[in-house]
């Protein structure tokens, strides 16, 4: 049963989806619980999707495979046995055992996609090195050479049972590993919170080894042409609309808000809406300071949110015209504390502070790693005694020329005395969000604008240090709906992970990348991951680190 087909079925019953959940389902059930066609349907059971759906999702979902399967037959069959099993790690895989018992699945199918040995798989714990045997009981973190160790063993271990597991089988370990021992091997910021989904790190390393000890086994390869259904290849303006939705709400707990404030009506809110546009026009954005302004945008929230979440999706300047208050700092980030539950001015601010000075040490400490780009900043660096302001500056800057992306798809040099007429005149402005920073450098300067669609709609009166201005810059994404350039979207990702600590299971902001296929060398999107592995990669790295220089 290809794919196309599976997607029709869990869109018939879960229209709404996320596209990055309708991927891993499908992507579990091909490749972990064995759905090889049609009558395999008839088997699925709500407990082998659960990891990935509510359990009324799961029901329907399990209703319409069901359905589907039997309006296609008169005489549907049925389970004649179900194997019993003793399962050593919680994994789901269970249910794959009665499809073999059925005589379901094909006999044609090549050994390295038969993934029924998950289910009785046990990680030899036992040949572990003694120092990470210690770490498990402590709950401790893994040194990095035993971790290395742990990932040959597990290979090797799994290799036994299939020559090339794939990256569905891959995911299933590293699940239960981390699920067996999170503090040691799961996916964390400095504070405790879950990084994605906790052990997409462990299943990089997991699948880079297999594919790394496959390098040369032509034989085991299990790579197949996607298959595109007709449904994929005509989607609409409503499936483009609902795949922007799931974007934009990415992060968000209160994007789309349907009840209306108590004692409230669309004609009051329209109201209170003229009434704040009066007083914009007469006190300036200076009113956003005053209590019946905060009080009247605290009101207009869901009526504001409609207007940005309409479709299609209206300018900025058209936003402006019927939400001036909404171009202030305070004004923003109280919607994005609405949006998010998060004040992100207040956690930047402090992040920018503790992290930026970790981030400064890691790069100051290993200094004959790096190129020639982060040398020179880290010279800058020392030139001088650094102030708030440098720390975080530099900080961003590193982590930019760690992740090769330039300078220039986030800040925009400018003179220390440009105006916003000055900026809009003489300056050809990109439509997605820049920092046009007012200097002579990036890291001396001491005041900063936000443009917007070619725009700026942040003054420098508005923002008193570099945090705040990261704080609006980034805000503007979540509220905006908008999307992270592709040309900085590892930096952005990072600051949303690791300095915001926003951090979701699933979905992005971040574009599919471009790029030439080495097949039909056509220009092609990339496939987008919840989590760069950059970021991972980055963030291990650091650990590590600290890890060592602190012991």
């Known amino acids: ?41 008839l088997f699925v059971e709500p407990d082998d999707i659960k990891p990935f759906l509510t359990p009324i999702q799961s029901r329907r979902l399990v209703q319409v495979f069901r359905k589907v399967e039997s309006g296609s037959s008169n005489n549907p069959k049925e389970p004649e046995t179900t194997c019993s099993t003793t399962v050593q790690v919680p994994l789901q895989a ?28 046990s990680v030899p714990w036992e040949k572990m090195p003694t120092r990470l045997s210690q770490a498990l ?158 009080t009247y945008m605290s009101l207009t929230y869901i009526y504001q949110r409609h207007m940005l979440n309409s479709w299609p999706a209206p300018t900025l300047c058209e936003v402006q015209e019927h939400w001036p208050f909404l171009f202030t700092k305070r004004g923003l980030c109280t919607h994005f504390h609405t949006l998010t539950d998060i004040e992100v001015d207040t956690r930047l601010s402090e992040a920018l502070l503790t992290k930026g000075r970790r981030i400064l040490n ?70 997605t969000p820049r920092v046009i920073v007012l200097g002579n450098n990036f890291m001396s300067a001491s005041r900063w604008m936000i443009s917007l669609e070619g725009k700026v709609f942040y003054e420098p009166e508005q923002m008193h240090d570099f945090a705040s201005t990261l704080a609006v810059f980034f805000a503007s994404y979540y509220v905006f709906n908008l999307e992270y350039q592709e040309s900085a979207s590892i930096t952005l990702e990072m600051i949303q992970r690791f300095f915001v600590r926003i951090n979701p299971d699933m979905g992005t902001k971040c574009p599919a990348k471009l790029g030439t296929s080495r097949k039909t060398g056509r220009v092609v999107k990339r496939k987008v991951t919840s989590v760069s592995p950059r970021i991972t990669t980055f963030l291990q790295r650091l650990s590590e680190f600290e890890w060592r220089t602190s012991n």
């Open 137 to 294: 009981a402590s709950g401790g973190m893994a040194h990095p050479e035993d971790r290395r160790i742990m990932i040959r063993t597990v290979v090797e271990e799994m290799r036994v049972h299939c020559p090339n597991p794939n990256r569905a089988a891959c995911g299933e370990v590293a699940r239960a590993i981390v699920s067996k021992y999170p503090a040691t091997f799961a996916d964390k910021t400095a504070e405790g919170e879950q990084l994605g989904c906790g052990y997409y790190s462990l299943l990089k390393q997991l699948k880079t080894r297999v594919e790394h000890v496959n390098r040369d086994n032509v034989s085991s390869r299990i790579r197949q042409p996607r298959k595109r259904s007709t449904r994929e290849n005509n989607e609409g303006d409503v499936a483009i609309k609902r795949a922007r939705s799931e974007l934009d709400s990415y992060g968000c707990i209160n994007w789309q808000p349907t009840t209306l404030p108590e004692g409230e009506t669309t004609e009051t809110l329209e109201t209170k809406r003229q009434t704040m546009s009066t007083v914009f026009r007469s006190a300036g954005p200076q009113a956003i300071e005053t209590t019946d302004v905060n």
């Open 362 to 431: 890691f790069f100051q400490s290993q200094r004959l790693q790096w190129n020639k780009e982060i040398e020179h900043l880290l010279r800058e660096c020392d030139s001088a005694k650094l102030n708030h302001n440098q720390i975080a500056t530099a900080a961003i800057l590193l982590l930019m020329k760690y992740f090769q992306e330039k300078e220039d798809s986030i800040f925009i040099l400018a003179d220390a005395f440009s105006t916003k007429m000055s900026v809009e005149r003489e300056m050809t402005l990109p439509i």
């Open 94 to 121: 269970n249910s794959l055992c009665s499809a073999q018992a059925s005589g379901q699945l094909p006999s044609t199918q090549p050994n390295v996609s038969n993934t029924s040995w998950i289910s009785n798989f």
């Open 1 to 41: 049963m290809d794919s196309g087909s599976l997607r029709h079925e869990i869109n018939l019953a879960l229209p709404d989806l996320h596209e990055e959940t309708k991927r891993a389902v499908i992507e579990h059930l091909t490749d972990i619980i064995g759905v090889r066609n049609r009558e395999d349907l």
